[in-house]
């Protein structure tokens, strides 16, 4: 059993900050790309951050210069600093991971529940 469980998501007023945080736990034995995603309402769910075990990053355009994308292997935790928010950053935001389990050959994605990110004008 793997989970993916988020934190640190609430209420900024915009030019405010946040830090999001997803600890991985459970029977997991490697964690290739962990990332964060997230979905408006009446919106579909986007990429925002992605990074690799090496540590290569990918951003969207959207949230370039703002937010940044780290990884603690050690901990099997992904965090996202958010900075300069902006009313159109308001979201749910999910914690995403490629990894592989425990006992078996394959990769398989996980999700987590998800936490929301309100950023008010």
């Known amino acids: 059993q793997v989970q993916l469980v988020e934190s640190g998501g609430g209420l900024v007023q915009a030019g405010g900050s946040l830090r999001l945080s997803c600890a991985a736990s459970?029977?997991?034995?490697?964690?290739?790309?962990m990332g964060w995603y997230r979905q408006a309402p009446g919106k579909q769910r986007e990429l925002v951050a992605v990074?690799?075990?090496?540590?290569?990053?990918n951003y969207a355009d959207a949230v370039k210069g703002r937010f940044t994308i780290a990884r603690d292997t050690t901990k099997n935790t992904v965090y996202l600093q958010m900075n300069s928010l902006k009313p159109e950053d308001t979201a749910v935001y999910y914690c995403n991971a490629d990894l592989v389990v425990l006992g078996t050959p394959r990769q398989y994605n996980y999700w987590g529940q998800g936490t929301q990110v309100t950023v008010s004008s």
């Open positions: 990074i690799t075990g090496g540590g290569s990053t």
């Open positions: 459970g029977s997991i034995f490697s964690i290739n790309v």
